[in-house]
């Protein structure tokens, strides 16, 4: 299984990125999908995740109403919009993938991309 997030780069506050992640070696419609981060110094933080089918999304209160995860079956690809970052949002973020209904329970994890930004 592997997970493979891009996207990650520099921005400033207030702007945009978007993070994918590509997922292979699982079926995956099977897995929930997840995104975390972790910032320098800092224990890795659930941000957002989504149900097999999209019907579901879930939010950190950090980020509700800024970012929106998303899913293409088709594509085996999780995405993380983020719109309006904060400096506070830099960190790796980190997607993964689990087969139980629990986040704290994730089966497999992507290598990171870091997300930096400039206020």
């Known amino acids: 299984v592997q997970l493979q997030a891009s996207g990650g780069g520099s921005v400033q506050a207030g702007g945009s990125l978007r993070l994918s992640c590509v997922a292979s070696g699982l079926t995956f419609s099977n897995y929930l999908m997840a995104w975390f981060r972790q910032g320098a110094g800092e224990e890795r933080e659930f941000v957002a995740g989504?149900?097999?089918?999209?019907?579901?999304?879930y939010y950190a209160d950090s980020v509700k109403g800024r970012f929106t995860i998303s899913r293409d079956n088709a594509k085996n690809t999780v995405y993380l919009q983020m719109n309006s970052p904060k400096p506070e949002d830099t960190a790796v973020y980190y997607c993964?993938?689990?087969?139980?209904?629990?986040?704290?329970?994730?089966?497999?994890w992507g290598k990171g991309t870091l997300v930096t930004v400039s206020s």
């Open positions: 989504i149900s097999r089918r999209a019907a579901n999304t």
């Open positions: 993964a993938a689990t087969w139980s209904s629990s986040w704290s329970r994730m089966d497999y």
